[in-house]
């Protein structure tokens, strides 16, 4: 069978655009097996899964679980739980850290303050500085994921395995391995374990890496795709210097989005909205489709 990441990496299709949309991230710590519906398929209670993601769903935000690198036991009952929650909106991000002795603490979370930007977190979870790093190995979701995912954390350094973990469905299966860098929220596909190293380095920095990108999960699609245009323009970014201040519809499936640096410079990008051809599958085993890839135009300085 051909994996649809290898179809999907010989049709050349656009990265940009292609991230899922949250503006902040929960994400538990969850060893043992996960199922294709992880939140509610895993050794997590399912009621709780439920709710979380509801929450999530509600508030703009989005649930992932995680696991360590390489080996993971099959508990049941870990003695505590690693948890984190990132905010990802351009000059206010944050990540909160820390453990808990049962997630169903969580359900206490102020999830409509943290849809409105603030780091409401609990006393447990304390402000941390080193950039976590997420990749999709959910092979129940995805063959692609559990091949090309788990290849990527096991060949890393080990002195970034501590800010390195497995995690669950992180969509676009197709662009496998994928991963998500909080508190930032910058999403990236077709990584290698250098591409992934090198992108933990330079966020320590806060620098932004273009190779991969995907998108920033804090802003909609057409704006991903126009602010990934921009930083292709400008070259060497930092990871907070652009946010989309509007995103304007001009006509069916296109968009005017405003890109703006923090220096006060500002883009106005024609973003619009193209099927793919060939039609191909977005996940191993399922039908062909025809997706959709944003095009961003940025005018260039006269």
């Known amino acids: 069978m051909t994996l649809c990441s290898d179809l999907g990496r010989e049709l050349a299709e656009p990265l940009a655009g292609t991230?899922?949309?949250a503006a902040w991230w929960l994400v538990v710590e969850q060893p043992g097996p996960w199922g294709a519906k992880a939140l509610t398929?895993?050794?997590?209670?399912?009621?709780l899964g439920r709710d979380l993601d509801a929450a999530a769903a509600e508030h703009g935000g989005r649930v992932a679980l995680v696991r360590r690198?390489?080996?993971?036991?099959?508990?049941?009952?870990?003695?505590?739980h690693r948890v984190w929650l990132a905010g990802t909106t351009p000059g206010a991000t944050f990540l909160l850290g820390g453990w808990l002795p049962s997630p169903d603490a969580l359900r206490s979370l102020d999830f409509a303050a943290l849809g409105a930007g603030s780091p409401a977190g609990l006393p447990e979870l304390r402000p941390e500085t080193e950039p976590l790093l997420l990749v999709c190995t959910n092979g129940r979701r995805d063959l692609c994921c559990a091949v090309k995912g788990r290849a990527l954390v096991a060949g890393l350094r080990d002195d970034v395995l501590g800010?390195?973990?497995?995690?669950?469905?992180l969509g676009g299966h197709r662009f496998a391995p994928t991963a998500v860098l909080l508190p930032?929220?910058?999403?990236?596909g077709r990584m290698d374990d250098k591409l992934a190293l090198l992108l933990v380095e330079e966020a320590r920095a806060g620098r932004f890496l273009d190779d991969g990108y995907r998108g920033r999960s804090t802003f909609e699609r057409p704006g991903q795709s126009a602010e990934a245009a921009v930083r292709r323009l400008l070259g060497h970014t930092g990871l907070d210097d652009l946010t989309v201040s509007s995103l304007v519809p001009v006509a069916d499936r296109a968009w005017d989005a405003v890109v703006e640096h923090r220096d006060g410079r500002s883009w106005t990008v024609a973003v619009r909205a193209e099927e793919q051809q060939p039609p191909r599958p977005e996940s191993c085993g399922k039908s062909p489709v025809t997706p959709i890839a944003y095009r961003a135009d940025v005018p260039v300085p006269q």
């Open 163 to 169: 800010r390195v973990w497995e995690t669950t469905h």
């Open 184 to 188: 930032h929220g910058v999403m990236y």
């Open 19 to 21: 991230a899922p949309v």
């Open 69 to 80: 690198p390489r080996r993971h036991p099959d508990t049941h009952h870990p003695a505590a």
């Open 41 to 47: 398929q895993s050794h997590l209670d399912p009621s």
